[in-house]
Every structure is written in structure tokens, then in C-alpha cells.
């Protein structure tokens, strides 16, 4: 008997790498535009853009990982949605959309090799993709980037 389906998940990729976030979280995918700069205390805070009149913090998601790189030149703006907090961090590429079953992910594995970023590693036949915890992927240590207003009279990217 096959194991329960768990959900659908938006695989993208930081460098050669292969991530996920659940695909509830994921409100859309946008082209990359270079995010306003705010000063910040999380280095892994990009700046703000404008998402139809939307002031949206901007997370550079290989840096929140501990991953060095550069941005490819035809980067993403995932627009993840937790609660009541909507922000943009930046992958590589968006690749798919898959569905997991309870028996691909391993909770175990991703937590003794990983920050707290992570929620489990998904094992589809020979490729490994790290399940994300979207609500720890969008926080920040800057309570002022997510209670403060932007600066009145600022230009803000705008997002296609």
C-alpha cells in the first residue's frame, strides 16, 4: 500500500542545490528586482520592495542559510505568506512544483545536519531537497524592518 500523500511542494534552487517550501506558503514568484536598502541588523535582510502597493521585506535566502554565492542573473522572488507575515526572499531559480509522501521525508536527518531553518529532507529517487520552514525563513532579527515604516518620500522597487 503507498504511503499518504503529504502535499505539494515548490522546489527552486540556490546554486547547485535544490530546496522546498510548501507550496500553501508560496503566494507567488516574481522577477527579481533589486530590493530598496534599509538598514538592518540581519544581514540577511536584501531591503523592501513595492508588491502592488504592499511594502514587502526582502530576504537573500542563501545568505539566511549560511551559503555563499552570487545571485544568478536570472534570480526569483519567492513571495512566501506565514500567518500574518508576507515577504519576498530571493532563490536562484524555481524549477518545479512535486507532490511528497510522508515515507520521502526524513524529519530526522535534516535536523541533526542543519540549522533551524530546516524541516526535514525529502528523498525522491535520487535527488535530496530541504524542506524549509517558511516561518523561519521569513523572521528577522531586526524587529525594526518589520514594525517600522519606510521613509516617507523613499523610491521603492517595484515588483512586476
Known sequence: ??????????????????????????????????????????????????????????????????????????????????????????VDDVAEVITVSEDQLDAEGGRMVTGDCVEAIAKIENRLIVLLQPERIVATTDAALADGPVAAGAPVAAAA
Open 1 to 90: 500500500m503507498p504511503a499518504p500523500t503529504l502535499g505539494q511542494l515548490v522546489v527552486f534552487s540556490l546554486g547547485e542545490e535544490e530546496y522546498a517550501l510548501p507550496i500553501g506558503s508560496v503566494h507567488e514568484i516574481i522577477r527579481y528586482a533589486e530590493p530598496r536598502s534599509v538598514a538592518s541588523t540581519d544581514p540577511s535582510v536584501r531591503g523592501v520592495i513595492s508588491l502592488r502597493g504592499k511594502i514587502l521585506p526582502v530576504f537573500d535566502l542563501a545568505a539566511k542559510l549560511g551559503l555563499a554565492g552570487e545571485r544568478a542573473h536570472d534570480a526569483k522572488i519567492v513571495i512566501v505568506e506565514t500567518g500574518d507575515t508576507t515577504a519576498g526572499v530571493v
